[in-house]
C-alpha cells in the first residue's frame, strides 16, 4: 500500500516535538498518559467493576490467553484492530491502518515474538455470532516487572454500548494480579479526545500525568 503520510509521536514541550515543528510536521491529536497505582486499589475493587459492567454485557462470554494470538483467533483479533480506525481523532490527519490475520500473526504480537515481553489479552466474545466484540492487551517487560503496559483496547462499532471496554479492562486486571503478583503500575496512552476510554481508564483508577504525547503528521515525499 502506498503510504502518503509519516506519523510519529513526540513527548509534549521536548526536544522530540520541537524537531517535528522545525520540520513543518502538522500536529494532530494529543495521546494523553495516565497511571494505576495497583497499591492503592482497594480489595475486591475490580471484581465489583467487572459485575457492574457484565450487568449490561448479557450475552457476551470472556476468553483470554497468555503470549502471541493463538491461530485459531488471529481473524478475529484483526477484526477488533481494524475497530480502532473510527476511533476519535482528528479526520483527514491519520489513513486507516488495516488488519487481517496474517497482519496480526506477523506484526501484532511483536513485543511478544520480538521484545521478549510477557503478554495477557482478554476478548468478549459475542455468543449469538461468534464475533470478538472486544479485545484488552497487557504487556509486561521481565526487564521492569512491576510495571504493565497496557496495549490496545478497541470495542467493535456493532457491539459499542454494553460496557465492554470496562468489563474486559476490569477481567484483565484481575487476571494480572494472579500472573503477575508483582506489578506495582499499570500505564495507558489514550487520544485526549476519546471521552469514553477515558472515562473507563479513570473508573479503574487510572490518574492524569503529564506531559502527554504529541502526534505529528508528514507528507512522505518531504520525509524521505
Same mark, same amino acid.
Given at each position: ?10 513527548l509534549?514541550l ?7 515543528r522545525?520540520?513543518?510536521a ?13 497499591r ?5 475493587r ?10 449490561? =454485557? ?12 493463538p =491461530?485459531?483467533?488471529l481473524?478475529?483479533?484483526a ?23 496474517g ?18 489479552s ?34 467493535t462499532?456493532p457491539?459499542?454500548?454494553h ?6 479492562k ?44 504529541q502526534?505529528?503528521?508528514?507528507p512522505?515525499?518531504? =520525509?524521505?
Amino acid at each position: 500500500m502506498l503510504r502518503v503520510l509519516v506519523v510519529a509521536a513526540a513527548l509534549m514541550l521536548s526536544a522530540g516535538e520541537a524537531f517535528a515543528r522545525r520540520l513543518g510536521a502538522t500536529p494532530g491529536l494529543v495521546d494523553a498518559r495516565r497511571f494505576l497505582d495497583l497499591r492503592k486499589v482497594l480489595a475486591g475493587r475490580f471484581t465489583e467493576l467487572r459485575a457492574a459492567a457484565a450487568g449490561h =454485557a448479557a450475552g457476551y462470554s470472556l476468553t483470554s490467553w497468555t503470549g502471541a494470538t493463538p =491461530a485459531e483467533e488471529l481473524g478475529r483479533v484483526a477484526g477488533v484492530f481494524n475497530a480502532m480506525n473510527d476511533a476519535p481523532r482528528e479526520e483527514g490527519l491519520f489513513e486507516d491502518d488495516i488488519w487481517d490475520a496474517g497482519r496480526v500473526r506477523d506484526r501484532g504480537d511483536m513485543q511478544v515474538r520480538f521484545a521478549g515481553n510477557r503478554g495477557y489479552s482478554v476478548a468478549a466474545v459475542h455468543d449469538a455470532t461468534g464475533e470478538m466484540a472486544a479485545l484488552t492487551q497487557l504487556f509486561v517487560d521481565p526487564a521492569d516487572p512491576d510495571w504493565g503496559h497496557q496495549g490496545l483496547t478497541g470495542v467493535t462499532r456493532p457491539h459499542r454500548g454494553h460496557r465492554l471496554g470496562l468489563l474486559t479492562k476490569a477481567a484483565m486486571l484481575e487476571l494480572a494480579a494472579t500472573a503477575e503478583p508483582q506489578l506495582a503500575r499499570v500505564e495507558t496512552n489514550n487520544a485526549a479526545a476519546n471521552s469514553y476510554m477515558i472515562a473507563v481508564n479513570e473508573a479503574l483508577g487510572f490518574e492524569l500525568a503529564e506531559p502527554g504525547f504529541q502526534f505529528f503528521a508528514l507528507p512522505a515525499s518531504r =520525509a524521505g
